[in-house]
């Protein structure tokens, strides 16, 4: 008998049946997740869903002894091909433990489960008050996941991008551990620090290879009076840049994230069942908007006080004119980009995800994800010509970026993304170009900017070119994860 064998026949007797499987049609289903551009489909050997934290610690512990390799999945959403199981391992799919625990009004956060879907958090959230961090992703994707990852997103500028405070992690020993003040039985799950070194860090950026988080504690952030969507115009993108630095910095807005005309044209399909492509974003020159269009429109949240959000409104519509771009008052934008409105409106104004359900924002094609890094602000301005060149040398329209200030716009999210229509099969060999391409051009180009990725993307000479630091990581894995049954496929370390 094979170790999953072996591993099955212990679950069918201590796990219930009907929430482990090896039927192939069900296993199929778990093969890919949606990074196409990244990974290839594997074929797990088992699936199983746990309901509590105590089935996934038996889990983690059978497999722990017949060392079968475990992947996590709390949604499998991602686009960096993280979630794509192990060949003959096992995929612990946490989908069923789906419950928002705990909303606290008081502390401003929630506890939640891994498989508590974005819009799920959303819609509880603004019941109390609140809004929370959502990323522009699919709102069938998980807080617990996203947020593990450090989150891009509706919130990223004001307050830090980090919405995560205590975590409960099932280690392949089978301890569960509490950190932050959950630490301590009676401190509750308010803060991310308690008085010693911080192992909540240690487990985001960690995808699943050192454990799996059953519990999270995540910040909530006070909608304020008033909550409105401020829209101005750029023609290029280095006074973009300035502006938004400006505006992050002097906290004069909650977010500010800036699109190129294309992406702007793409928000109306995002929002309806549309899927034609308008005709303008197949045109040569992408750089270059037709007539009439700006080159690109920075979308800000503004909340707070009544009269203190009216004058940062003034402030911001200031700047943007000494830098050379423009205010586009809201009837004006309505009337202009419906769909861009609506979209930026639910996502940033709401803080509701326009997609509630598992759809991707956009399904017309799929992303080239890859371009996504975090620079320094006069470094972006580089990666941005950069990626224009590498665009032009190897895609095909429809190309765009979106770029949003982080970490107090210390450094830029960028995503450079070029959407690959048609059918996969038809798009095959274009795709696999793109891919060797964009592999080639990488470490150079991080190196050459300063830029770093923006999440790991399943390199295993990444981590030696940290040097001790990666040596240190190495050994904490060692200690935690002696059979190396946490993801190794992710090839983190
Ligand atoms: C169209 C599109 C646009 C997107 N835009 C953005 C964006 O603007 N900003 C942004 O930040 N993200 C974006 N994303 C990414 C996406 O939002 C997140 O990656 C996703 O929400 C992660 O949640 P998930 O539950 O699907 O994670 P999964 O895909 O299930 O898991 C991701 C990784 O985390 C590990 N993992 C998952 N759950 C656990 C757990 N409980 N314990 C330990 N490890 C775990 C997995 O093993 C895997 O390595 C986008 C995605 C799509 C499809």
Redesign the pocket.
């Known amino acids: 008998m094979s170790n999953v064998d072996l591993l099955y026949k212990e679950l069918l007797s201590t796990f219930p049946k009907e929430r482990v499987s090896r039927d192939e049609a069900i296993l199929n289903s778990y093969a890919m997740?949606?990074a196409v551009l990244v990974g290839e489909a594997t074929l797990p050997a088992l699936v199983a869903l746990p309901q509590t934290t105590e089935e996934v610690r038996d889990l983690l512990v059978a497999a722990n002894r017949f060392k079968v390799p475990v992947?996590?999945?709390?949604?499998?959403?991602?686009?960096a091909g993280?979630?794509v199981p192990h060949e003959g391992g096992l995929v612990v799919d946490?989908r069923l433990m789906n419950k928002i625990i705990e909303i606290n009004s008081d502390a401003a956060y929630a506890v939640v489960e891994?498989g508590v879907t974005?819009h799920q958090l959303s819609l509880e959230a603004k019941k109390n008050g609140f809004i929370n961090h959502l990323?522009?992703?699919?709102g069938g994707?998980?807080p617990?996941?996203?947020y593990?990852?450090r989150?891009?997103?509706n919130l990223s500028a004001k307050w830090d991008p980090d919405p995560v405070l205590a975590l409960e992690v099932v280690i392949p020993s089978g301890d569960i551990i509490r950190t932050g003040s959950a630490s301590f039985g009676t401190a509750g799950w308010r803060s991310r620090y308690g008085p010693f070194p911080d192992l909540t860090g240690l487990f985001t950026c960690s995808?699943?290879t050192l454990?799996?988080?059953?519990k999270m504690s995540v910040k909530l952030y006070d909608r304020g009076e008033e909550e409105r969507l401020l829209i101005t115009k750029f023609d290029s993108f280095p006074p973009a840049v300035e502006y938004m630095k400006l505006i992050v910095r002097r906290n004069l807005a909650d977010s500010v994230t800036f699109w190129t005309w294309v992406w702007n044209m793409l928000h109306q399909l995002m929002i309806s069942k549309s899927t034609v492509l308008p005709k303008e974003v197949m045109k040569e020159d992408q750089r270059t908007p037709p007539p009439g269009i700006p080159f690109g429109i920075a979308s800000a949240r503004l909340s707070g006080y009544k009269d203190v959000v009216d004058a940062q409104e003034k402030t911001c519509i200031r700047l943007a004119r000494e830098l050379g771009g423009d205010y586009i008052p809201p009837e004006k934008a309505k009337a202009t980009y419906p769909g861009s409105w609506a979209y930026l409106n639910s996502y940033f104004v709401d803080g509701i995800h326009p997609k509630p359900g598992e759809d991707?924002?956009?399904r017309i094609g799929d992303?080239l994800s890859g371009c996504l890094v975090n620079a320094e602000p006069s470094k972006v301005l580089e990666v941005e010509q950069e990626m224009w060149r590498f665009a032009e040398k190897y895609a095909k329209p429809p190309y765009m970026f979106r770029a949003l200030p982080f970490n107090h716009a210390r450094e830029f999210f960028f995503a450079f993304v070029i959407l690959v229509t048609g059918s996969m099969d038809e798009q095959k060999e274009y795709m696999e170009q793109l891919r060797d391409a964009y592999k080639n051009f990488y470490y150079e180009f991080l190196e050459k900017y300063g830029a770093i990725m923006f999440r790991f993307r399943q390199d295993p000479s990444f981590l030696a070119l940290t040097g001790p630091y990666g040596e240190l990581l190495r050994k904490i894995k060692n200690l935690i994860d002696p059979n190396n049954i946490m993801?190794p496929g992710?090839n983190l370390f």
């Open positions: 997740d949606p992947v996590p999945m709390s949604r499998g959403s991602n686009i993280l979630s946490l891994p974005h990323p522009t992703a699919t994707g998980s617990v996941g996203n593990l990852m989150p891009s997103g995808y699943g454990g799996i988080v059953t991707s924002t956009l992303w993801h992710v």
